[in-house]
């Protein structure tokens, strides 16, 4: 029983780790595209804006499982299966990046405009803003989005147990519902919040730490 | 010799309300080495003039000619380059939180492609030069206002520009605070030979420090030329609004002769008052009175009510006369202002 746990553990943070690197690897270039070409960005482009924003939302609006059931012959055509960690963490990438894509949107949208335009005012080009003010002073405020993204897409991996994607989620479903085993159900949700709880406080003091306007 | 030029210069912003014409038709000339002033009230337009000489807001017509060139026809990545001889410090500061003092100041340095090393041995100099050595590592979260400001103000250095935007440099910060930091401009002019551009709406910085100064208002300039002349004999009614604050105690005089007398550097160190009253022996009544140092003569003006008697009143515009003192006659009560 323990070891099971364990391994299923070690399942669930498999997907949510991979799958909020490869969401940040996608979400973050959205999220700072958006900034960048919205109505007071700096390489102001309002179609590119209204097409990364409509993209978004359509993404967002798919309720996860269903998006799931509809990413089936995509997920097979990239790594080969349905079922398993490996296959989910692809429905958790697409689910999540754009989630990511507006939480780095809403970060980097907090920097005062007066640094930005201090930075034109240097001779700084858009290149040089993004990654040398942008990131660097939002800096706080992602972390903290990189906390909230990481239990979402834990959140997430364990619906991806209801059809067959390993992990907690599938440890809860199979002894909790199929084997009336109240037991292990409740340590698996127990397990969860912990690990909820760890993510959050672990994003927040780092965040906290780090954060030099204090 | 010039080294800024502004020529009709207009930038129209689109809102929902409709076209605001915010600069109308700018001309301008900067003299290389001056302490020009910008004085307007606010909604002038002197935030949107300053940011259209680094083109931080693009004027919707006329040049601005930087060195000879004119920048509103460069491509992206020359006007980036000439950015770097035209720095700007603000009046929120506008330093990076997230970056010491020391590397604050190497930020400008690190855009132009300057080596680390060397941009670290630059930033160390300026913190000198604005009186901050030990505070290389603080944040600017634990800087005060004015330590915010001397930091802004070596980032600006940071790239030997020959230009500096200062806009509302001062605004944000103590009376005190404000003497210093216009000191240190007025230093670094001096010191390292860089045109000061200020935008205020505060007539004192301008005395303290321009040699010359454009009146805005309503997105034209009004009046410009040296300080002291601007001072003794103001023109427009923008200028006079600003030069004479306390313009509206006037309506207070009563009397039918009132002269308002202005005072040079050179008179005002004579008791001229006085010794036209013991020259004429006719009594004169002082109704207001203002001098003030400006780049160290001594500027003022005095309103006087003069005697009923037209024969005493003409020996005391004699004497005037015959001093050489600038005055003019007020013919009705607060004409002037």
């Given at each position: 029983?323990?070891?099971?746990?364990?391994?299923?553990?070690?399942?669930?943070?498999?997907?949510?780790?991979?799958s909020?690197?490869?969401?940040?690897?996608?979400?973050?270039?959205?999220?700072?595209a958006?900034?960048v070409?919205?109505?007071?960005?700096?390489?102001?482009?309002?179609?590119?804006?209204?097409a990364?924003g409509v993209?978004?939302?359509?993404?967002?609006?798919?309720?996860?499982?269903?998006?799931?059931?509809?990413?089936?012959?995509?997920?097979?055509?990239?790594?080969?299966?349905?079922?398993?960690?490996?296959?989910?963490?692809?429905?958790?990438?697409?689910?999540?990046?754009p989630?990511?894509?507006?939480?780095?949107?809403?970060?980097?949208?907090?920097?005062?405009?007066?640094?930005?335009?201090?930075?034109?005012?240097?001779?700084?080009?858009?290149?040089?803003?993004?990654?040398?003010?942008?990131?660097?002073?939002?800096?706080?405020?992602?972390?903290?989005?990189?906390?909230?993204?990481?239990?979402?897409?834990?959140?997430?991996?364990?619906?991806?147990?209801?059809?067959?994607?390993?992990?907690?989620?599938?440890?809860?479903?199979?002894?909790?519902?199929?084997?009336?085993?109240?037991?292990?159900?409740?340590?698996?949700?127990?397990?969860?919040?912990?690990?909820?709880?760890?993510?959050?406080?672990?994003?927040?003091q780092?965040?906290?730490?780090t954060?030099?306007?204090? | 010799m010039?080294?800024?030029?502004?020529?009709?210069?207009?930038?129209?912003?689109?809102?929902?309300?409709?076209?605001?014409?915010?600069?109308?038709?700018?001309?301008?000339?900067?003299k290389?080495?001056?302490?020009?002033?910008?004085?307007?009230?606010?909604?002038?337009?002197?935030?949107?003039?300053?940011?259209?000489?680094?083109?931080?807001?693009?004027?919707?017509?006329?040049?601005?000619?930087?060195?000879?060139?004119?920048?509103?026809q460069?491509?992206?990545?020359?006007?980036?380059?000439?950015?770097?001889?035209?720095?700007?410090?603000?009046?929120?500061f506008n330093?990076?939180?997230?970056?010491?003092?020391?590397?604050?100041?190497?930020?400008?340095?690190?855009?132009?492609?300057?080596?680390?090393?060397?941009?670290?041995?630059?930033?160390?100099?300026?913190?000198?030069v604005?009186?901050?050595?030990?505070?290389?590592?603080?944040?600017?979260?634990?800087l005060?206002?004015?330590?915010?400001?001397?930091?802004?103000?070596?980032?600006?250095?940071?790239?030997?520009?020959?230009?500096?935007?200062?806009?509302?440099?001062?605004?944000?910060?103590?009376?005190?605070?404000?003497?210093?930091?216009?000191?240190?401009?007025?230093?670094?002019n001096?010191?390292?030979?860089?045109?000061?551009?200020?935008?205020?709406?505060?007539?004192?910085?301008?005395?303290?420090?321009?040699?010359?100064?454009?009146?805005?208002?309503?997105?034209?300039?009004?009046?410009?030329?040296?300080?002291?002349?601007?001072f003794?004999?103001?023109?427009?009614?923008?200028?006079?609004?600003?030069?004479?604050?306390?313009?509206?105690?006037?309506?207070?005089?009563?009397?039918?002769?009132?002269?308002?007398?202005?005072?040079?550097?050179?008179?005002?160190?004579?008791?001229?008052?006085?010794?036209?009253?013991?020259?004429?022996?006719?009594?004169?009544?002082?109704?207001?009175?203002?001098?003030?140092?400006?780049?160290?003569?001594?500027?003022?003006?005095?309103?006087?009510?003069?005697?009923?008697?037209?024969?005493?009143?003409?020996?005391?515009?004699?004497?005037?006369?015959?001093?050489?003192?600038?005055?003019?006659?007020?013919?009705?009560?607060?004409?002037?202002?």
């Amino acid at each position: 029983m323990f070891n099971l746990l364990l391994e299923e553990t070690g399942t669930t943070l498999y997907m949510t780790f991979a799958s909020t690197i490869l969401a940040y690897a996608i979400g973050l270039p959205v999220g700072i595209a958006l900034v960048v070409t919205g109505k007071s960005g700096i390489g102001k482009n309002t179609p590119v804006n209204i097409a990364l924003g409509v993209g978004v939302n359509i993404l967002r609006s798919i309720p996860f499982l269903i998006l799931m059931l509809a990413l089936k012959g995509f997920t097979e055509f990239l790594v080969g299966t349905i079922i398993g960690p490996t296959a989910t963490i692809v429905s958790l990438v697409v689910a999540a990046a754009p989630f990511v894509a507006r939480m780095v949107e809403a970060s980097i949208t907090e920097i005062d405009g007066g640094v930005i335009e201090a930075a034109q005012a240097m001779g700084a080009n858009n290149w040089q803003i993004i990654l040398k003010v942008m990131i660097p002073e939002a800096k706080p405020a992602l972390l903290v989005g990189l906390a909230v993204s990481m239990i979402t897409i834990l959140g997430y991996s364990a619906m991806a147990g209801l059809i067959g994607g390993g992990g907690l989620g599938s440890v809860a479903l199979n002894y909790g519902l199929y084997r009336f085993d109240a037991k292990t159900m409740w340590i698996t949700i127990a397990v969860i919040v912990v690990l909820v709880q760890i993510i959050q406080e672990l994003g927040m003091q780092i965040a906290k730490r780090t954060d030099n306007r204090i | 010799m010039e080294i800024i030029k502004l020529e009709r210069v207009g930038k129209v912003f689109e809102t929902k309300g409709g076209k605001v014409h915010a600069l109308k038709d700018i001309n301008l000339s900067v003299k290389e080495g001056d302490i020009f002033g910008i004085i307007g009230l606010s909604g002038a337009g002197k935030s949107t003039l300053v940011r259209c000489i680094n083109l931080l807001e693009r004027p919707t017509t006329g040049k601005v000619i930087f060195k000879g060139k004119d920048l509103t026809q460069m491509r992206e990545w020359e006007l980036n380059r000439e950015r770097r001889d035209i720095s700007m410090i603000f009046q929120q500061f506008n330093l990076l939180m997230q970056r010491t003092a020391l590397e604050n100041i190497c930020f400008p340095l690190e855009i132009a492609g300057v080596p680390k090393p060397k941009a670290v041995k630059r930033a160390k100099e300026l913190l000198k030069v604005v009186d901050l050595e030990d505070r290389a590592m603080s944040y600017p979260s634990q800087l005060s206002g004015g330590q915010k400001q001397r930091v802004a103000i070596a980032r600006a250095l940071a790239t030997n520009p020959k230009v500096l935007l200062c806009d509302e440099a001062t605004s944000a910060l103590d009376p005190k605070t404000t003497k210093a930091i216009l000191q240190l401009l007025k230093d670094i002019n001096e010191k390292f030979g860089i045109t000061v551009i200020i935008i205020t709406h505060e007539m004192n910085v301008i005395q303290q420090i321009c040699h010359s100064v454009a009146i805005i208002d309503e997105g034209i300039i009004a009046e410009q030329g040296a300080v002291s002349e601007i001072f003794v004999s103001p023109k427009s009614e923008a200028a006079k609004r600003l030069v004479l604050p306390g313009g509206n105690r006037t309506e207070k005089f009563s009397g039918k002769r009132l002269i308002r007398i202005v005072f040079n550097g050179r008179s005002a160190y004579e008791p001229i008052i006085a010794n036209m009253i013991l020259a004429c022996q006719a009594p004169v009544n002082i109704m207001y009175a203002n001098t003030q140092s400006i780049e160290g003569e001594s500027v003022g003006q005095m309103v006087l009510q003069l005697p009923l008697d037209d024969v005493e009143a003409g020996k005391l515009i004699g004497f005037l006369e015959s001093k050489g003192v600038m005055f003019e006659e007020i013919e009705e009560v607060g004409a002037d202002v």
